[in-house]
């Protein structure tokens, strides 16, 4: 883990995949959903959402970005999902996740990358029932690892 944090409108945690060369950040998002405990607009969360996305988008490593956003991503009148599209094309970002991801047949949660690099291998698909929200899985494309079983040995014999 490289960083972790919470504003008023959503927590964050931001980790880096390290396979030889290959690096992969991976960003979680959770936006706590508005109610009378956590009276947050999502005005607030596109600001400060905006703000955080301006220090990860300049990273250099592949990016993937995924979590529960609560945003229902999949209705074509809502605003708030208008407004992440729109927030996502503008940063050059793909979301990839296109089933419902909760119970009452929403896309709330949502896999996102880079439109110029190629790390979601296929499509996303829904699969267990965790709470009300079901998990997403997806693959990665990444490179093999070029270590071997037998150099390792060799380096530790030497030892």
Known sequence: MV???ELPSFEFSEWLVVSGTYRLRVVVIYRVPYSVEHPVSTNVF???FSDYMETVIMSTEKLVILGDFNIHIDVP???DARKLEDLFDCLSLEQHVREPTHTQGHTL???ISRKCQFVIDGSPRVDRLFSDHFSVICG???PKSTVSVRNILTEISRV
């Open 140 to 142: 990665l494309q990444m």
């Open 77 to 79: 009148s809502d605003v």
């Open 3 to 5: 960083a972790s944090g």
């Open 109 to 111: 949660d949502l896999i």
């Open 46 to 48: 596109f600001t400060e």
